[in-house]
């Protein structure tokens, strides 16, 4: 999927209110924690991950990584949060977050 400016936008702001519902600790991306981002992104859509650890570059990589596994979109990177979507796996009727067309 890929969104252009104005829907990353438009997502930025949904989620500006968020709180993260995964955090990412020591030991890194590990399968368990890709199974719970899997898990809040069916829930929700748009998530607010916090990662710890402040080497930038492995925050970076580990982003990459979530977007690459769960077939996400990377919308926003804050020092350590970071913002993915991925529209619902059901009927469009059903999606949470409605994106504008453009």
Do not use: F, W
Request: with cysteine; net charge positive; hydrophobic share 40%.
């Amino acid at each position: 999927m890929k969104l252009n400016p104005k829907q990353i936008i438009h997502l930025r702001g949904i989620a500006h209110n968020l709180s993260p519902v995964v955090m990412i600790a020591d030991k890194g991306l590990t399968e368990n924690v890709i199974k719970e981002i899997e898990s809040a992104l069916n829930s929700h859509e748009l998530i607010k991950i916090k990662v710890a650890g402040d080497d930038r570059d492995v925050r970076k990589a580990i982003y990459t990584d979530i977007c690459e596994k769960t077939n996400a979109v990377a919308v926003h990177q804050i020092g350590k949060q970071l913002v993915v979507y991925r529209a619902s796996e059901t009927i469009k009727e059903k999606h949470k977050i409605h994106i504008p067309k453009l």
